[in-house]
């Protein structure tokens, strides 16, 4: 019996809707809903549960003509939400077989039908409808935009990036960066496959598309350490600056194992508290911080921190603080600082270092694009204080 409400309910609210929008016009409209012996064929298969011949009964009821073409789309559109996908699908498969429908009206149905197909699962169907759609004006955007959807999914970046160019013809929104990113994974991809000279191609057109691509600096940097070429994997690395000073977090120990390799300790000492200077941050502080301990002892090391801790409070800074204290056998305080270490280990267990300023999602790793909101570039490592 719920098969049967569900059906009447669209189908009521349908005919109720049409028969105020005729009378509306003013027509002396026939309803689409006679009490005909049809209609009593529909509802007895409702009653037998034979929800699917009552469908095809009360669609052939409901004739296809201009004045109905919307309610066949909104008895479609509702079978598809409550996920009735295959009703929803032969409701547009039968528009569609209608000459009678104008080019917009055919449209449409191709639009409904497409996203029942990606409802279902049927993306090569549903990529075939959008490539149609891509030559109506009206849903044209809209159809490059799903197609983009479909190839993400289905990790084939070579057509999205030419259809993300398609629609960079035609849509004002900036999609460039996207298009870097596509040759980003196109590049990470041929460097799984061992291909590393199309894998470097890759990065250089995302460059291209994008100056300020962190992630095709932070691949050529990768790249050019597996090749040992060191120099060149120092300048993508710190090329990062200029392009996006907030993603630096991701090259800094790549950069001090380069130039560690390198033997140009002083060198890296000197670009850390270049970084530090300009853009504070908690990573650098702690590197630095490790370093004049290496070099030059606790004592030294812990007024470093303490200077910093005073410009940028942070728990982080706090907790490596803490470390250098505990290590001093003559602290008088050794217990009280074991609470508070953890305390402060606690916190940093337990807080997202991630953060998509655009929704808000919160991680433990870096997501080139946000899982939640599907954006690309938003999510970063949290800095300063909300760190922890
Ligand atoms: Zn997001």
Not at 136 to 155: C, G, K, N, T, V
Not at 251 to 280: A, M, N, W
Not at 297 to 323: C, M, N, W, Y
Not at 369 to 387: D, V
């Amino acid at each position: 019996m719920i098969e049967l409400l569900w059906l009447l309910l669209p189908v009521a609210a349908a005919s109720g809707w049409l028969a105020a929008k005729q009378s509306i016009k003013a027509k002396s409209a026939t309803s689409p809903f006679h009490l005909t012996p049809e209609y009593f064929r529909g509802v007895n298969y409702l009653l037998n549960e034979e929800p699917d011949k009552a469908i095809d009964v009360f669609i052939q009821l409901m004739e296809v003509s201009s004045e109905t073409v919307e309610t066949h789309l909104a008895l479609g559109a509702l079978f598809r939400r409550r996920g009735e996908v295959n009703r929803a699908i032969r409701i547009h498969q039968n528009l569609i077989s209608r000459p009678s429908l104008s080019a917009s009206q055919h449209s449409l149905a191709l639009l409904e039908l497409s996203q029942d197909y990606r409802r279902a699962g049927l993306l090569d169907r549903a990529e075939n409808l959008f490539l149609e759609l891509v030559n109506s004006e009206e849903h044209e955007i809209y159809a490059y935009r799903q197609l983009l959807d479909i190839y993400q999914q289905e990790h084939d970046w070579e057509k999205a990036i030419l259809t993300a160019r398609k629609l960079a013809n035609v849509s004002p929104e900036p999609i460039h960066f996207i298009i870097a990113h596509y040759y980003c994974e196109q590049a990470d991809l041929l460097r799984q496959q061992g291909l590393q000279e199309a894998a470097r191609q890759a990065i250089q057109q995302a460059l291209q598309v994008d100056p300020h691509c962190v992630r095709a600096s932070i691949l050529e940097g990768t790249q050019a350490v597996d090749a040992g070429t060191l120099e060149q994997a120092i300048r993508a690395f710190q090329r990062v600056e200029k392009q996006d000073p907030d993603y630096l977090t991701e090259v800094l120990e790549s950069l001090q194992f380069c130039f560690q390799e390198l033997q140009r300790p002083l060198d890296f000492t000197r670009y850390l508290r270049h970084i530090l200077e300009r853009y504070g941050g908690i990573s650098p502080m702690l590197m630095l911080a490790k370093l004049i301990n290496h070099q030059h002892g606790e004592s030294k090391a812990a007024d470093f921190i303490v200077t910093q801790l005073h410009k940028r409070p942070s728990l982080r800074g706090l907790d490596l603080l803490l470390d250098l204290v505990i290590s001093n056998p003559d602290s008088i305080s050794r217990d009280h600082l074991l609470l508070l270490k953890d305390m402060t280990v606690q916190l940093i267990k337990n807080k997202h270092l991630y953060k998509c300023h655009h929704c808000g999602f919160k991680g433990k790793t870096l997501h080139w694009q946000c899982p939640s909101c599907k954006q690309w570039n938003t999510i970063k490592a949290i800095q300063g204080q909300e760190n922890g």
